[in-house]
């Protein structure tokens, strides 16, 4: 009952609920006393009353005095929120993990929940953020990287959760299967070991901010959305929130119940579900028939919202130009896709110069010194096929994985790097040579 009546937020109606259940049970049971004992004693019917009302009094007290749940989680103000940051902590390499729980989402995706293998405290992070980690798959040259959003915002944080889609080939190319969630879906089990660099990441939710946030998402891009209502939900539940999402049919639904949940305990949390071919047994498990589109957020959300878009490429194109459209500013709109990343306003990347056709690169480390050939879109496809194997993830400027230092010369980037890079570094997965000569750590 306390669990129940800590739910209830206005202290008001938790009162007269206490007051009324308190009172109810005492009367009840004074009754059957009364029943069972002496039936033609007025005094017993007079003590029967006093103690209904005593209990009903007692019962709203309870009730107006019981904080319980709900508002131990009252928003803090924006000062006092701490929004945790990996980069502070120590750990800043790679770490191993166990794979403590794994735990099938939906048809196509499944969670993994980590934790340290070292017994050590993990950093928090911002909703939004991800894991970049490296696997040993049998047969491959090297260690396969690859990046990961956080698909939970557990308090207190002990427990890392990526939840994976298991990538199949395209149906048009004869190609293998997506190397590393297929590996982490047949091979990694509970007790498995993984290791991971430390949360990373810029598409994130200011969970301080007071204005509308309308979280969107279809497919596997649900992974980040669901981190930011949870720790919205837990540092701010005042904020009004729209989650939007879109999945094909009741199979390929992950976190269905998840999000339900949370919604019943946030009353600001607001939840619109929409399959586009939804089967007769999923009668009664979402809202509406079709995609998650313009018209859609229109009509539920409110435009003066900051919109987080995380899904397909031709989803999130589509959502972002209806926004426009709508006349939501750039700098409202905040975009992650699996392929690429960024915060708007979109970045006007300008086309690069033309190359010195003679430019040469040098790989320092591996002692080779190659001429620059134009047809590559990057320095890491021009290395990839020289046979040599830098590291790299996402391909996309996105985690940093892909980061050199450069010894000498400048490279142009193709498109804006979305990862933090340091200083005397690039990302060679989205840049060219600038000038004759670029000089590689390598
Ligand atoms: C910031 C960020 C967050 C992410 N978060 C998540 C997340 O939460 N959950 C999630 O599931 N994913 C997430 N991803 C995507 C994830 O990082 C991987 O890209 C994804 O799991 C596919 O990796 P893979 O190794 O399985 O597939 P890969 O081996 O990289 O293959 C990808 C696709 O290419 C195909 N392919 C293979 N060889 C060729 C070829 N020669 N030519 C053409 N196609 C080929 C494969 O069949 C497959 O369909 C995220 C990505 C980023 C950048
Ligand atoms: S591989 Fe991710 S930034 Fe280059």
Redesign the pocket.
Known sequence: MLESLGRIQNPLVRGLTAAATVGSIVTFASAIAIGVTNPKDKAAYQWGVYAALLATGGGAALGLAYKGKVEQRSPQSASTLSIPNAATQDWKDWRNFVVVRKVKESEE?TSFYLKPEDGNEIPGFQPGQ?LTIKLEIPGQAKP?L??????DYPEPCDTYR?????????RD?D??????????HDRVQEGSVISAKPPS?K?VLDVRKSSPAVLVSNG??I??TIAMAKACSRLNPNRPIWFLHGARDGRYHAFRDEVLHLAEQNPNLQVHFAYSRPRPEDEGQFHSTGYVDTALIQSLASQDAEFFLCGSPPFMNAIRKGLQEWGVPDVRVYF??????RTAPAVSVSPAPALDERAEIVFAKSDRTLPWESEHDSILEFAEANDLNPDY??R?G??GTCMCRILEGEVEYQEEPTAAIAEGSVLICISKPKTSRVVLEL
């Open positions: 995706i991800f396969v690859r990046t990961y959003s956080l698909s990526l939840s994976i889609k298991r990538e199949p080939a395209p190319l190609v293998p299967p997506g190397l590393s969630s297929n590996f982490m990441g598409f596997v891009g992974t980040p992650e896709s699996f392929m690429k990343a993830s996402c996309a996105i985690c």
